[in-house]
């Protein structure tokens, strides 16, 4: 006749506690640049993920470092010039998804640098989603970093 013996599982590890809403969105491959030590404004670039279950929008970026900072894409307008523009309603981050910031695209803009970005320096900038709230990253000044793709132009030739 086996003994049964119950334990009570009473040292079970309180590890996965619920998570903050902040821990669902991750910044990664982000840098900042501008095109020279005299100049006005630079950007950021970065892939943002949400490994949540719900949608995000990213609605607003803050830095110390310009007077203004926006968050901008690229479009291409009638022209075929491709023209930076303001976002004021930001981008969307799907449940699961990912945003990705790069040349020629979306971007965070940082408008009336304070002072010039520097190779090797860094850059703070709090980007603010609608559902995670704040979210500080610590952005690399990379002055190097090349376009992973060749420089977009307009394709010329007949537009209508
Ligand atoms: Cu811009």
Same mark, same amino acid.
Request: net charge negative; proline share 4%.
């Given at each position: 006749m086996p003994l049964r013996t119950h334990f009570l599982a009473g040292a079970l590890a309180l590890a996965a506690l619920p998570a903050a809403a902040t821990d669902d969105i991750t910044v990664g491959d982000a840098y900042a640049r501008s095109s020279g030590a005299m100049a006005a404004s630079g950007a950021a670039f970065m892939v943002i993920e949400n490994h949540g279950g719900a949608n995000d929008r990213l609605i607003a970026a803050a830095s110390d470092v310009a007077k203004r900072t926006e968050l901008h894409t690229h479009r291409e307008d009638d022209m075929g010039v491709m023209r930076m523009i303001h976002v004021e309603e930001g981008f969307d981050v799907p449940a699961g998804g990912t945003l990705e910031m790069r040349r020629g695209g979306h971007h965070v803009m940082f408008l009336g640098l304070s002072e010039p970005l520097e190779q090797g320096d860094s850059v703070m900038l709090t980007l603010e989603f609608e559902t995670a709230g704040e979210v500080t990253v610590e952005v690399p000044v990379d002055l190097e970093r090349q376009p992973m793709? &060749?420089? &977009?132009r307009g394709q010329g030739g007949q537009m209508n």
């Amino acid at each position: 006749m086996p003994l049964r013996t119950h334990f009570l599982a009473g040292a079970l590890a309180l590890a996965a506690l619920p998570a903050a809403a902040t821990d669902d969105i991750t910044v990664g491959d982000a840098y900042a640049r501008s095109s020279g030590a005299m100049a006005a404004s630079g950007a950021a670039f970065m892939v943002i993920e949400n490994h949540g279950g719900a949608n995000d929008r990213l609605i607003a970026a803050a830095s110390d470092v310009a007077k203004r900072t926006e968050l901008h894409t690229h479009r291409e307008d009638d022209m075929g010039v491709m023209r930076m523009i303001h976002v004021e309603e930001g981008f969307d981050v799907p449940a699961g998804g990912t945003l990705e910031m790069r040349r020629g695209g979306h971007h965070v803009m940082f408008l009336g640098l304070s002072e010039p970005l520097e190779q090797g320096d860094s850059v703070m900038l709090t980007l603010e989603f609608e559902t995670a709230g704040e979210v500080t990253v610590e952005v690399p000044v990379d002055l190097e970093r090349q376009p992973m793709h &060749g420089a &977009g132009r307009g394709q010329g030739g007949q537009m209508n």
